[in-house]
């Protein structure tokens, strides 16, 4: 196999995104996707939270075929990694994200997979922009080298071998989707719906069937904030799982709690978005932890009643918080101790599957970051 070395303008053009006006809501809510440096978190985009119309893909943005290879090219993310994903489905994009066109004898695949190999190098070329964020010129993105082989069809070769190990990784990131949302459907079934096992049979009381009970969450768990005095200073590179408000975020040295909890994001974007934290475990400033303290309640009940978008109470505008005290006077439904034992045993029956799913996944992909740079160098014959 006959490989050279190609600068990254050899290989591919780069075309910019936008964002359409957000004032005009006939661009926005629509089926097209819009992708922002979020979404590069992952490296197959099947699709975003926002989506546009097609006027808004046609005013402020740029319209992408699939399996479009993007990366970041500003942002605070460009600090610690270099973003670089493949679209699988047509889609739009925003001005932090730049969208490599390939030249006809480069296969887009490949291209994902050179970069990705690379990414440690690429991201160290990253220059700082203003109010502390990063940015990556594209004078430097087209100096990159890649090595490449002659044909497309020796670069698909290489490319499917670690597309193997992604694809694996994506279908267990399918299964863990389904698992969770079957516990979730099963939760909002019996103790929102209330169509549980023998409901025929039991009459309704004060808007929640006979035996039931609807208490106040503080009544019912241990509810206060996370440590405020602790910050993502704190940081180490090994120790114990750190949340904050944007959940599982770092190691501490030391933990503060060695039983399952439920964390709280109390600030900022993510308001009221939950996490069951399990281990040793701390949860740093910005955050709540919960504890059940009722012998019905379980910490998988407690996740699934309260992670709905919906049941956290939020004060403020730009900057959403949740007040402890609005908090604690929540009301939550309580179940039969046998009722909410099944459903107990159920959701962490899932919830133990999906987090073997998660293991896995975290072991395939230090395998494949492992191979990719011998692969794309061709150090490894295919």
């Known amino acids: 196999m006959n490989w050279r070395p190609r600068t990254l303008a050899e290989c591919a053009k780069f075309q910019s995104g936008g964002t359409p006006s957000k004032s005009n809501p006939a661009y926005w809510g629509g089926d097209i996707p819009w992708v922002g440096s979020g979404e590069m978190s992952q490296s197959f985009i099947y699709d975003t939270e926002l989506r546009l119309t097609s006027e808004g893909a046609q005013n402020g943005t740029r319209a992408i075929s699939e399996n479009t290879v993007l990366v970041v090219v500003r942002g605070m993310s460009l600090a610690k990694e270099f973003r670089i994903a493949i679209t699988r489905r047509p889609m739009t994009f925003n001005q932090d994200v730049k969208a490599l066109q390939c030249a006809e004898d480069i296969d887009p695949q490949f291209l994902f997979y050179a970069l990705k190999a690379r990414k440690e190098y690429i991201r160290d070329l990253a220059t700082e922009a203003s109010h502390g964020t990063k940015k990556l010129e594209t004078s430097t993105l087209n100096a990159v080298e890649i090595l490449a082989p002659e044909t497309i069809e020796e670069q698909q070769a290489i490319a499917e071998v670690a597309l193997n190990y992604d694809e694996l990784i994506e279908n267990n990131r399918r299964r863990i989707t389904l698992l969770e949302e079957s516990a979730r459907q099963l939760y909002k079934e019996w103790f929102v719906r209330f169509r549980f096992p023998g409901h025929e049979h039991v009459k309704t009381v004060d808007g929640v069937p006979e035996g ?8 019912i768990c241990d509810l206060k904030w996370g440590d405020t005095n602790t910050t993502k200073d704190s940081y180490v590179d090994t120790g114990f799982d750190a949340y904050s408000a944007k959940g599982l975020d770092g190691k501490l040295d030391h933990f503060d709690f060695d039983r399952d909890g439920i964390v709280i994001s109390a600030i900022g974007a993510q308001c009221g978005k939950t996490w069951i934290a399990r281990g040793n475990w701390s949860c740093i400033k910005n955050t709540m932890r919960m504890f059940p303290t009722d012998q019905r309640i379980s910490v998988e009940y407690l996740f699934y009643a309260t992670e709905r978008g919906d049941f956290w109470q939020r004060r403020g505008g730009a900057q ?4 402890q005290g609005d908090a604690r006077g929540l009301a939550i439904v309580v179940p039969p101790t046998l009722l909410a034992k099944q459903f ?18 975290v072991h395939l992909a230090k395998a494949r970051d492992l191979l990719l740079p011998k692969l794309m160098s061709g150090a490894i014959a295919v």
């Open 212 to 219: 039931w009970a609807r208490l106040n969450l503080g009544s």
């Open 320 to 323: 959403p918080f949740i007040s």
């Open 344 to 361: 107990e045993d159920i959701a962490n029956s899932n919830l133990r599957m999906a987090k073997i799913l998660a293991d896995q996944n």
